[in-house]
């Protein structure tokens, strides 16, 4: 930890880069107040504090996923704006959707990895089915309108991070929760998924 206070921003994301993993821990406990700064500031927009600053860590977490650090931007005003932008981002969707959870705005895929993810994960779910469906890209689409409809704000957001290929102990540090917190969550998320299945399961024998 020593160490990593006499180096900069700049120069800890070129070793996280270079594989110590232990400064992204750092980095989050060292922005963690500039977090609940932004977070702060917005509230009075609307939301409920606990989540802005929630979409705030996920904010910072792209942040250091992003950063180029041999660009001219320093960290700080780079994290900064991204923490921002996410918790805007929230507020306003939050706005638009009065009567769902603050985080559903958040595609549970946003890019073809993710799209891929999210269908690998159905697809596992599956397996301890007895019966099998084809999950093409269509029916991930459905199955993602279907779980924003019953996954709580918490769920989307440990989805979302789970989907990124994010550890269930870093979530947990993210949206400060304890790792059973986060373990429990999956695995609702799993049960969801799988009633959400065999619904789906039972509909398509219906139409035959």
């Known amino acids: 930890m020593a160490e990593y206070e006499r180096m900069t921003d700049e120069q800890l994301i070129k070793e996280l880069r270079g594989g110590d993993s232990g400064i992204i821990d750092y980095i989050m406990e060292k922005y963690k107040n500039l977090v609940r700064k932004e ?7 609307g939301g409920e504090n606990e989540d802005l600053i929630q979409e705030g860590m996920i904010g910072l977490f792209k942040a250091v996923q ?8 320093s960290f700080f005003s780079f994290a900064r704006l991204c923490i921002t932008r996410q918790i805007y981002s929230a507020i306003e969707a939050s706005k638009r959707k009065k009567h769902s959870p603050l985080n559903s705005y958040i595609s549970l895929y946003e890019t073809n990895e993710e799209r891929e993810a999210l269908i690998e ?3 596992s779910v599956q397996e301890s ?7 093409s890209q269509e029916y991930a689409k459905l199955l993602e309108s279907r779980l924003e409809e019953n996954l709580s704000a ?3 957001r440990v989805l979302y991070l789970h989907l990124l290929g994010t550890d269930y102990r870093t979530i947990a540090r993210l949206l400060d929760k304890s790792p059973k917190t986060i373990d429990n969550a999956l695995q609702r998320i799993k049960n969801k998924t799988e009633k959400i299945l065999e619904k789906e399961n039972e509909n398509s024998h219906k139409l035959d």
């Not at 977070?39 to 927009?45: D, E, Q, S, V």
């Open 154 to 156: 918490l769920e989307n």
């Open 66 to 73: 992003d950063y180029e650090y041999d660009q001219k931007a």
């Open 39 to 45: 977070a702060n500031a917005m509230y009075l927009l």
């Open 121 to 123: 994960t159905m697809e």
């Open 129 to 135: 089915n007895p019966e099998k469906l084809f999950i």
